[in-house]
């Protein structure tokens, strides 16, 4: 039985730091891309970083470039993203998912991820 679960979401004041955590089990972690994305309220639920199963490519949505970075460790079957310059618009669940594409194009897509994790809430206040 594959398991996501998400880790380090809070409350924080616009300018500060998170760090979340998605630790997997139940699959071959090395062997999977993983991607976080993130839900807002009344919205659709949004890319906004990926990382392949070695690590070589990593992806992020303008939005969130120079201010967040995702990480793994294969080791610890764990993925992480490092949430800097908080802003109040960050405010959303935000989701792991396992799957996706070692590909340059198509891995933004929450149809090519096969597992996802519950999420966990980030609330920045402005």
């Known amino acids: 039985q594959v398991r996501l679960v998400e880790s380090g979401g809070g409350l924080v004041q616009a300018g500060g730091s998170l760090r979340v955590s998605c630790a997997a089990s139940g699959l071959p972690f090395s062997s999977y891309n993983m991607g976080w994305f993130r839900q807002a309220p009344g919205k659709e639920r949004e890319f906004v970083a990926r990382?392949?199963?070695?690590?070589?490519?990593?992806n992020y949505v303008d939005s969130v470039k120079g201010r967040f970075t995702i990480s793994r460790d294969n080791a610890k079957n764990t993925v992480y993203l490092q949430m800097n310059s908080l802003k109040p618009e960050d405010t959303a669940v935000y989701y792991c998912?396992?799957?996706?594409?070692?590909?340059?194009?198509?891995?933004?897509?929450?149809?090519?991820?096969?597992?996802w994790g519950q999420g966990t809430q980030v609330t920045v206040s402005s």
């Open positions: 990382i392949s199963w070695g690590g070589g490519r990593i």
């Open positions: 998912a396992a799957g996706g594409t070692s590909s340059s194009v198509g891995y933004d897509s929450t149809r090519v991820y096969d597992y």
